[in-house]
């Protein structure tokens, strides 16, 4: 079974906090993906990595960043967290390749901002 | 830009009935994979079901079938014999490519079905 785990179910943080959002995914999947889950916005791409060390811009990548050190980890960070960044935070990963191939999601981060 | 649209926000079915959850979309390219996710309150987003473009046979996974109209751009997921355990939101996704080899989805804003025993 695939399994993907997000480092924290609730968090949270202060305004201006540098906030780190950890998924890890243990089946050598080269895609990552994060994205943020709002009522009635449904989920909206954040960043995603294709490989260790890449990443691209997603939907709203603004006030976010992303690292990937090593192919299983993928983490979310948000340089000074704003009020508006409360939020449902979900973590999905997927092999490469053109066959219609599933995203497997995490549990999610729900991150209040105060 | 491809666009994902699922018009109904909520809907409710009873227990052992058949829902119809619909989901359009906007696109240009003329192969794709488009996806039925659910989510349950407070659990993981799980697949439901994945149809490719290309392919006239409608997908089916036990309980759940779609209807796929390509020229209509038109894919709904129906739920026969609802069951208590259906109750979840659900998303419809397209998938397009990003480049090296990997694809994203697009998700369209979720309905949320209710099953009323």
């Known amino acids: 079974d695939v399994k993907v785990t997000q480092s924290s179910r609730y968090l949270v943080k202060r305004t201006g906090e540098k906030v780190f959002l950890e998924c890890v995914q243990d089946?050598?999947?080269?895609?990552m993906f994060w994205y943020r889950q709002d009522p009635g916005l449904g989920l909206r791409l954040i960043y995603f990595?294709?490989?260790?060390?890449?990443?691209e811009k997603g939907d709203i990548p603004e006030g976010y960043s992303v690292s990937r050190e090593k192919k299983e980890r993928f983490s979310l960070i948000l340089e000074s967290a704003s009020t508006n960044q409360t939020s449902m935070y979900l973590c999905?990963?997927?092999?490469?390749?053109?066959?219609?191939?599933?995203?497997?999601f995490g549990p999610g981060t729900r991150l209040t901002v105060t | 830009a491809q666009t994902v649209t699922q018009s109904q926000p909520e809907m409710s079915v009873q227990e052992a009935e058949t829902v119809t959850l619909s989901c359009t979309y906007d696109t240009s390219e003329s192969d794709y994979y488009l996806f039925w996710y659910k989510q349950p309150p407070s659990r993981q987003m799980i697949l439901v079901i994945r149809q490719e473009a290309y392919k006239q046979q409608n997908a089916t996974e036990n309980r759940f079938s779609v209807n796929f109209q390509k020229a209509a751009k038109s894919f709904s997921l129906k739920i026969s014999d609802s069951q208590l355990g259906d109750a979840a939101m659900y998303f419809c996704a397209y998938r397009r490519y990003s480049g090296a080899g990997s694809y994203q989805l697009t998700f369209g804003k979720g309905t949320k079905l209710s099953v009323i025993p």
């Open positions: 089946m050598d999947h080269e895609n």
């Open positions: 990595s294709y490989d260790v060390k890449m990443k």
């Open positions: 999905a990963s997927s092999q490469n390749g053109e066959a219609g191939y599933e995203q497997y």
